[in-house]
Structures are given as structure tokens and as C-alpha cells.
């Protein structure tokens, strides 16, 4: 995509988000807690706001959110494991876990985060269950450490859930974003680009001078008068695909530019009149049998100039039309390169 707010810039939008959150949570706490004694607490929380502070500096250098993710979940894993089984502040810690869920599944994604959300929960369960630790003194119920778990699945089911739709329907915008886009950048008759695909995919070229040809199909008014539009489009449609077949493995844009006209960009060094009436016979061969057994065929003029470095292509077409009026000037069916007649 093309949007200025791509999935990676909005994944590395969030990171830095939750860095800043990061540090406004616990550098205060790990302040409190030294206040209050708790030494390792204190110490663990502010070197996490360290991290989490440089993480930032780190993503803003360098764009790799993917480790910067890294960066932010596992000292939180840790951290909030220690909690479980510190207890925390005043047996407080285990409020704090339920933000795992959704910032590993939107970190991770679906797969990666419901993994690690999965190995959380076995971590949990370890902690609460099966070890001996400091948040046995604190005289909770009995009953807690099962609710714990409990609302802990609770709470990844339905970030699960919410993972799952936000990704669905991202993935509907960036398809109905690129439809749109080669909506607006391509002729819905031939399948060629437009003007504008024209211009915006050669803003992204590198072409050193390359040549510009303007087509324009003879006598086309009068297929569309004695045929019909509709035998004017098929006949359109056949000349596009023709003379796409005809440019396969040439470093080159091709776009109908109008009506019957069409405008050949093409990073061509060779002999740009030769290479033009190759072109030329092409079309000339083209031919559409209609219903009434009559054959529609015809020939095209060519107006051919260079874009030179310090102009626009704009004007290095302006040359080219010139040209190709010169070539309808002189009968039709031929080629002229631009200021110079053949």
C-alpha cells in the first residue's frame, strides 16, 4: 500500500504509544515502591522504564518494530509473572496482568500472540498453583487464584475475538484500497493505465531519456459511425492487447491516453523509427470480424520524441503530438520522429 499510514507505520505508531505508556506507568511505581521499601519491585519497574525509553529512541532510528515489539512484551512477561508471584504492592500485582491479551495479540498478531498468551497461562497456573510463593501470605481467599485464571482466559478470549475482527477487517480495507487504487490508475476498457498510472508510475522510474510515442488509431470515428461503439470498443480492446503482447520484456509504460490515442513511455536506446514502425505493422494487423461477416481493421499514426532530463513529460508529449499530427498531415500511417519528418 501506498498509504501514508501503513500497517507498519501504525504497528510502530502503537509500539511507540506503548513505550510512552510504558514509562508513565512504571517510572511513578518504581519511584513508589523504592518510597515504600520494596527494593527489587522499585529497581525492576524503573529499569523497564529505561528500556522502554530506549526502545523508542532504538525505533525511531532504525523503523524495526518487530524488534522492538520483542523489547516490550518479554520484560512485561517477566514483570508480570514477578508480580503474580511477589504479589506486588500490598498483594496487589495480579491487577496488572490483564493487559497481556491484547497487547501480545495486537504485537504478535493472531497466531504468534495467542501462543504466547497460551504460555502465560501455563506460566500462571505454575506460579499460582504449584510453587510455594509470597503471595500465599497475604490471607486471599481461597477461591482467588482459580478466579485469576479464570478472568485471565476470560479476558484473552474476547482480545482474541477482537484481534480477529480488527484483522478481518483490515485486511477488507487494504483490498478495497487497492481496488480502488487501480480503479484510479487504470482504463476500465482496455486494462492499460491511465493518465494518472501513468504519471504516478513514472514519477518511480529511473529512465535515462526515454523515448515517448504518442499513437493514434486512423480513421477510428469512422469505425464507431459505420460499426457502432460497441465494435469500437472490442476493436480497442484487441489493439491494447496486441500491442501489450508486442512490448513483453520491454522495460516500458504503455496507457490509453484518450479516446483512440495512446502513450508509449519506453527505456529504448536502439533506432526509435525502426522500433516505432515495428509497432506500427502491429496494429496495422490487427483485425475484428463482426456479425455481418465485414472485417474492421485499420492503421495508426505515430508521433514519436525523447524526455529530455530538465523537461516535463508533459512537454516531451506536447513534441510528440506535434509529430503526430505531422504523420496525419502526411497521409497517415507512418512515423515521425519529433522536428524531423520520415
Known sequence: MNDSFSNTSRRAFIINLFCLVGVLFTGPLGVISLLKGN??????????????????????KTKNYLFSANVIL????????????????????????????PVSLFLRGLKRGLLEVFLFILALVFILFFIPSP????????????????????????????????SRF???????SSKLELAATTDPLTGLLNRRGLEQQMAAKEWLAPTVMV?????????????????????LKLVSKSMAGFLIGQKCLLSRWGGEEFLLLIEHQGDNKRFADALR??????????????????????????LK????????????????YEAKNHGRNCVVLASKAT
Open 281 to 306: 505493422n502491429v496494429v496495422s494487423n490487427v483485425s475484428l470480424n463482426t456479425q455481418g461477416s465485414e472485417e474492421i481493421c485499420t492503421t495508426v499514426s505515430i508521433g514519436v520524441s525523447e
Open 215 to 235: 499513437l493514434d488509431i486512423d480513421h477510428f470515428k469512422s469505425i464507431n459511425d459505420h460499426f457502432g461503439h460497441e465494435y469500437g470498443d472490442e476493436y
Open 135 to 166: 503471595f500465599d501470605r497475604y490471607g486471599y481467599h481461597p477461591d482467588l487464584k482459580s478466579r485469576i485464571v479464570y478472568s485471565f482466559i476470560l479476558i484473552s478470549f474476547l482480545s482474541t475475538i477482537y484481534e480477529y475482527i480488527s
Open 39 to 60: 527494593l527489587l519491585i522499585g529497581l525492576g519497574l524503573l529499569s523497564i522504564a529505561s528500556i522502554y525509553s530506549l526502545n523508542h529512541l532504538y525505533l525511531r
Open 74 to 101: 518479554y520484560p512485561l512477561y517477566a514483570l508480570m509473572l514477578y508480580l503474580i508471584y511477589s504479589g506486588g504492592v500490598n498483594g496487589t500485582g495480579h491487577v496488572w496482568i490483564y493487559c497481556i491479551p
Open 309 to 324: 532530463l530538465t523537461e516535463t513529460l508533459l512537454t516531451a508529449v506536447g513534441r510528440a503530438d506535434k509529430a503526430l
Open 170 to 176: 483490515n485486511q477488507s480495507l487494504e483490498a478495497l
